[in-house]
C-alpha cells in the first residue's frame, strides 16, 4: 500500500495527524517520506508540504531515534506541519494584512505569539488570531500603540463583516474602539 493511501485510510478512521504519523513510523519507514505521506493525505500543496518539511528536517527528521515516534508526531503537529491551509477570501486577506500591520506595530513580539498567529493565519482561524492580538499590548518603548489599536479596530470591522453574529469579535472590537482613544 502507497504510504499516503495508507495515511488517508489511518485519517478516515479518525486517528490525528500525529497518531497516524506514528504509526507508520512505527512499521519502520523512514521518517521524511512518512511525513510528506501525512501531509499529501491531508491535501496539503506538494509545495507547501516541502517547505514545511525542509524547514524541520534537520531537527526532527533526520537522525530518528527509536520509539520516538509519537513525540516526533506530536512536534511535527505543534509545529504547524499538518496544518490544512484554508483558502482566504479577499476580506480575511485584508484582515491579515491588517494583522500584519498591528503585528508590526506592537514593536515586538514573541516567537511563541507569532508561531501560533501564522498558524491562525494559515487555517483561517482568523477569530483567535484577532482575540490574540486584542489582548496583548504594544511594547511602550518599541512598539506604536495609536497604529496598533486602531489597526484592529479597522481589523474586527471588516472580521465582523464576515461573522456578524460573533460576539466575542463584537467584544474584542470595542475594546480596540477604546483602547485605540486612550492608547
Known sequence: MHLSTLARHTLSRGATPAA???????????????????????DIPQAETTRR?????????????????????????????????????????????????AMDAMGGIRPGHQHGLQRWFTTGNLTDAYLSLAAAQPLPRTGNPTLYWTTLVTAGELLATTLPSERRITHALTHCRTRATHP
Open 20 to 42: 497516524t504519523y506514528a504509526l507508520i513510523a512505527r512499521l519502520g519507514h523512514q521518517p521524511l517520506r512518512v511525513a510528506r505521506a501525512v501531509c499529501l493525505a491531508l
Open 53 to 101: 518539511l525542509t524547514d524541520c528536517y534537520d531537527a526532527l527528521l533526520a537522525d530518528p531515534r527509536p520509539d520516538t515516534e509519537s513525540d516526533t508526531g506530536e512536534l511535527l503537529e505543534a509545529l504547524g506541519v499538518f496544518d490544512i491551509p484554508k483558502s482566504l477570501t479577499d476580506t480575511e486577506l485584508a484582515v491579515v494584512e491588517h494583522f500584519l500591520v
